[in-house]
């Protein structure tokens, strides 16, 4: 499980750094708070998958587009 949780932190990460984003802007803009974003980011906790639609429509992209760049990441 808990690479499954690293890898989905990663997955955010990767994206939320192309968007020029900070953590705090998706955090407010996915209206969680920054340090539960934070940990999510950084595989310490998991999401579940309300929140991370919502973190996904904070990045601009959709859920699926966010499995298939996690899928992509994860193969390398």
């Known amino acids: 499980m808990t690479n ?3 890898n989905i932190g990663e997955t955010l990460r990767v994206i939320r750094k192309q ?8 955090a ?8 539960h974003y934070s940990r999510i ?7 579940r998958v309300n929140t991370l639609i919502e973190i996904c ?3 601009e992209i959709s859920i699926i ?3 298939d760049f996690y899928l992509n990441l994860v193969k390398k």
């Open 28 to 35: 407010e803009f996915a209206n969680i708070d920054s340090k």
């Open 19 to 26: 968007k020029g984003l900070t953590q705090d802007k998706v």
């Open 57 to 59: 429509s904070a990045l």
């Open 65 to 67: 587009e966010f499995f």
């Open 4 to 6: 499954f949780r690293k």
């Open 41 to 47: 980011e950084r595989g310490v906790s998991g999401t």
